[in-house]
T-cell receptor
Framework: QKEVEQDPGPLSVPEGAIVSLNCTYS??????FMWYRQYSRKGPELLMY????GNKEDGRFTAQVDKSSKYISLFIRDSQPSDSATYLC??????????????FGRGTQLTVWP | GAVVSQHPSRVICKSGTSVKIECRSL??????MFWYRQFPKQSLMLMAT?????????EQGVEKDKFLINHASLTLSTLTVTSAHPEDSSFYIC????????????FGSGTQLSVL
């Protein structure tokens, strides 16, 4: 079993839709959770960063972490064609092999059509 | 966010030649930089962790003599693909950790390597 599981999609939604992206993980040592956006043939761009459980909102983006279920989500409200990209979840921890290194999901490819 | 500069963005080379990729943190000091490889529609695969002033730590299965990493300063790490082969063709991405925010990684724009 991979450390981080993420449905690769592809996911296709109309403009204005609410998008829900998710990852599950198996290692309870993960404490830091991130979402990256990657456009084709570009490096990933940090979108959201959260520590431990809870919600964080930044504009149209909301990140949720449920450590009891080992489940994280990214919601995009009022999605735009410019949101079309691959979204990668990533996480790291504070002990053992999780310390100081990011574990990535496979990425979900999102297309928002006008 | 912090800026990481990576170049070249694209390189085409002949089999047997060596290629150097540079990764610079422009507005912060990075004691640790990471090198990833990414195949189409796949996630990032960590190749090695580069620590300033010491030898890089390679992931299992990554040949250290083939992928030479140098991290001579707090703002620069280089990856040299030696004696490149067509199977080395891939998208290589570096990232750097901001000392002031230990868990955040910032990525370069990537280098597409094509070996003929």
């Amino acid at each position: 079993q991979k450390e981080v599981e993420q449905d690769p999609g592809p996911l296709s939604v109309p403009e204005g839709a609410i998008v829900s992206l998710n990852c599950t993980y198996s290692n309870s040592a993960f404490q830091y959770f991130m979402w990256y956006r990657q456009y084709s043939r570009k490096g990933p761009e940090l979108l959201m960063y959260t520590y431990s459980s809870g919600n964080k909102e930044d504009g149209r983006f909301t990140a949720q972490v449920d450590k009891s279920s080992k489940y994280i989500s990214l919601f995009i409200r009022d999605s735009q064609p410019s949101d079309s990209a691959t979204y990668l979840c990533a996480m790291s921890g504070v002990r053992g092999s999780t310390l100081g290194r990011l574990y990535f999901g496979r990425g979900t490819q999102l297309t928002v059509w006008p | 966010g912090a800026v990481v500069s990576q170049h070249p963005s694209r390189v085409i080379c002949k089999s047997g030649t060596s290629v150097k990729i540079e990764c610079r943190s422009l507005d912060f000091q990075a004691t640790t930089m990471f090198w990833y490889r990414q195949f189409p529609k796949q996630s990032l695969m960590l190749m090695a962790t580069s620590n300033e002033g010491s030898k890089a730590t390679y992931e299992q299965g990554v040949e250290k003599d083939k992928f030479l990493i140098n991290h001579a300063s707090l703002t620069l790490s280089t990856l040299t693909v030696t004696s490149a082969h067509p199977e080395d063709s891939s998208f290589y991405i570096c990232s750097a950790r901001d000392q002031g925010s230990s868990e955040k990684l910032f990525f370069g724009s990537g280098t597409q390597l094509s070996v003929l």
